[in-house]
């Protein structure tokens, strides 16, 4: 099978614009969610979508936001980019919609960067 | 909601040695507790996890112990080798948190001298 996938790899934005980032789960994984990694906070939880809806949500401000399409695809997007968005972002899959003690796979990210 | 405390944050050691990294949580529903290994500019991948009913497991040269009266749990690697050296991560997944919630550890940096 093939892997979790995201597109695109790199980005590069300016203040105040927004950004739409995509993920296309393992096949036959239906529950996608959304990581943000910095060198100072880590890797943080963003949401998490499964059959379209979004089951939990991180601690991030209401600029980010997501959805998830019928065929399990995933998309993110942040409006009015800041500095301090500037990440990888990483999305994992997981095949049962559980949800609990499941294997994340993730997908090689999009390395956002707002000058 | 949970915290997980990952120590250290960067371990050198020389090729055939141990290495252990430690990480605690905060939640005791917590029951799920994968580790994954990031190389440079690539994805994290699971290396092994471990889920509350167990108390350690074990693959190749990689074992994983749970305490859960202690809340802890760690990762160790033997006979290390240069291709190990990468960040590691600890990771700790909680009813509590909602679906799909991996709280993470700082992270590790593991270097294997030659």
């Known amino acids: 099978k093939a892997g979790v996938t995201q597109t695109p790899r790199y980005l590069i934005k300016t203040r105040g614009q927004q950004v739409t980032l995509s993920c296309s789960p393992i096949s036959g994984h239906r529950s996608v969610s959304w990581y943000q990694q910095t060198p100072g906070q880590g890797l943080q939880f963003l949401f998490e979508y499964f059959s379209e809806t979004q089951r939990n949500k991180g601690n991030f401000p209401g600029r980010f936001s997501g959805r998830q399409f019928s065929n399990s695809r995933s998309e993110m997007n942040v409006s009015t980019l800041e500095l301090g968005d500037s990440a990888l972002y990483l999305c994992?899959?997981?095949?049962?919609?559980?949800?609990?003690?499941?294997?994340?796979?993730f997908g090689p990210g999009t390395r956002l960067l707002v000058l | 909601g949970e915290n997980v405390e990952q120590h250290p944050s960067t371990l050198s050691v020389q090729e055939g040695d141990s290495a252990v990294i430690k990480c605690t949580y905060s939640d005791s529903a917590s029951n799920y507790f994968p580790w994954y290994k990031q190389e440079l500019g690539k994805r994290p991948q699971l290396i092994i996890d471990i889920r509350s009913n167990v108390g350690e497991k074990k693959d190749q040269r990689i074992a994983v112990t749970l305490n859960k009266t202690a809340k802890h749990f760690s990762l160790h690697i033997t006979e290390t080798q240069p291709e190990d050296s990468a960040v590691y991560f600890c990771?700790?997944?909680?009813?509590?948190?909602?679906?799909?919630?991996?709280?993470f550890g700082k992270g590790t940096m593991l270097l294997v001298s030659p």
């Open positions: 994992a899959s997981t095949s049962s919609p559980g949800g609990y003690q499941e294997t994340q796979y």
């Open positions: 990771a700790a997944s909680s009813p509590n948190s909602g679906y799909s919630t991996l709280t």
